[in-house]
């Protein structure tokens, strides 16, 4: 299986991120690419796709904030990441607003994910990383693996957060709809519902989206990945949700695998993008399933077992000691 990576993604790293009333250590830190590569080992650099592939997935605005917000908060004498501190919930007008804090609350759904000087910079790679490993497998390769960092299943056409700034899976979902694939599903395996993500795609037939995640009573996002979220207008039927109560042991798990694959074969995709997250492992310190290192094989053997074209994009997984074979694990799966 090719791996790709590029070390440009190591220059996001944010100093810490807000919840609980408080600054804590960054869970999704650059330590956790030194855990996967001393398990994996990547044989493939991304070459440079460009803007074009972003911006058929967010907006032109969005892009040129993210790229411009850290030097825009230099500019108003702050030091440090940026964050914001002002929410748009009522009525979110385009207001054009130039002052940074407006942009922020603008353009953000949460705390945890501030925007450092390198945060540009390793979001355009990470989605280099994800835009190469679907090429391969558009070019006959049965399976590729995208090393990508931050994350991307969080964030919208034009919104951050979760610790997602580009969306890495929707984007190279779109670069396979424009280079003449008429059908991708995404199977979204991380403890977290892939708010972003479903957003994106919530109203297409094209890309359907499946998630098993931690039921959002309960869990971060709260507020999307409820069972009754089925897609809207072309859309409707497209979106599948399987919310798990916490503590889901793999009994639980594989029975929910089982239903997803079962949908995701029905829409006869020709292109399957899987969004994995090893937080699902039973001591990620900011998730509540019960994995175990040993269940990662056999969960990829069953996806494999579809016979699609499969390009595994990294999303989260926190557990540092145990990240690098919850990941190699996975792969060899394949
Ligand atoms: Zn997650």
């Not at 702050?78 to 748009?88: H, M």
């Not at 049965?142 to 056409?157: D, V």
């Not at 008429?182 to 479903?198: E, F, K, P, S, W």
Request: proline residues 6%.
């Amino acid at each position: 299986m090719k791996c790709f990576w590029d070390d440009r993604q190591r220059a996001h790293a944010p100093g810490g991120e807000f919840f609980n009333g408080a600054l804590h250590p960054a869970a999704e830190h650059p330590g956790r690419v030194d855990a996967i590569l001393s398990a994996v080992d990547p044989t493939e650099a991304p070459s440079d796709f460009g803007l074009e592939p972003i911006l058929r997935v967010h907006s032109a605005d969005y892009v040129e904030f993210l790229r411009t917000a850290h030097d825009q908060w230099r500019d108003a004498g702050r030091d440090g990441d940026a964050f914001p501190y002002t929410f748009p919930v009522v009525g979110r007008r385009p207001l054009k607003l130039s002052r940074i804090d407006a942009l922020l609350g603008q353009y953000s759904f949460d705390t945890s994910s501030p925007i450092g000087p390198g945060t540009w910079e390793a979001s355009y790679w990470a989605v280099q990383t994800a835009l190469a490993a679907t090429d391969a497998v558009l070019g006959g390769e049965r399976s590729a693996f995208a090393l990508c960092r931050p994350p991307g299943h969080h964030c919208g056409k034009d919104y951050l957060g979760g610790y997602s700034y580009l969306s890495n899976a929707a984007i190279a979902s779109e670069h396979a709809i424009a280079t003449g694939r008429t059908r991708v599903a995404i199977l979204d395996v991380d403890y977290h519902h892939g708010n972003g993500t479903q957003d994106i795609f919530y109203d297409r037939a094209d890309v359907a989206y499946a998630s098993i995640h931690a039921e959002p009573g309960t869990d971060y996002p709260f507020f999307w990945g409820h069972a009754d979220e089925t897609g809207s207008d072309e859309g409707e039927g497209a979106t599948l949700n399987l919310p798990l109560p916490r503590g889901t042991d793999w009994s639980g798990y594989g029975a929910a695998l089982t239903q997803a694959l079962d949908w995701v074969e029905s829409h006869q995709p020709d292109l399957l993008i899987v969004s994995y997250g090893a937080d699902t492992y039973e001591r990620d310190p900011i998730s509540r399933f019960e994995l175990k290192t040993s269940d990662y094989t056999p969960m990829a053997r069953r996806i494999a077992a579809l016979g699609l074209p499969t390009v595994v994009v990294m999303e989260g997984g926190y557990a540092v000691e145990a990240l690098g074979a919850n990941v190699a694990g996975f792969l060899s799966g394949f």
